[in-house]
């Protein structure tokens, strides 16, 4: 079973900057995507960027220019550099992997709050 584990969250003022990392049990390498979703209170979880397979990335508009997905294959981490961050940053972090093997699976992590607020 694919565990995922999300650090890094925390409270930060208002053009502040956050990383979060998502460690995964096994090599990130194997999934077909890993990436990060946030879910505010009363709203959907929506997409904050991902990778595939391949490397290439997606961001969502709301994040482009101040949010940057990397990979680190010595660590086996998924990370999020969170700059100039504002209140409506303010979620939980999920990181999420998807893989094939025979059947999609689709794998979450607990989540990290993430409170922008000064």
């Known amino acids: 079973q694919v565990q995922l584990v999300e650090f890094g969250g925390g409270l930060v003022q208002p053009g502040g900057s956050l990383r979060l990392s998502c460690a995964a049990s096994?090599?990130?390498?194997?999934?077909?995507?890993m990436g990060w979703y946030r879910q505010a209170p009363g709203k959907q979880r929506e997409l904050v960027a991902d990778?595939?397979?391949?490397?290439?990335?997606n961001y969502a508009d709301f994040v482009k220019g101040r949010f940057t997905i990397s990979r680190d294959k010595a660590k086996n981490t998924v990370n999020l550099q969170m700059n100039t961050l504002n209140s409506e940053d303010t979620a939980v972090y999920y990181c999420?992997?998807?893989?094939?093997?025979?059947?999609?699976?689709?794998?979450w992590g607990q989540g990290t709050q993430v409170t922008v607020s000064s």
């Open positions: 096994e090599s990130i390498f194997r999934f077909n995507v």
């Open positions: 990778f595939t397979s391949s490397g290439s990335t």
């Open positions: 999420k992997a998807e893989k094939f093997d025979r059947v999609m699976g689709i794998y």
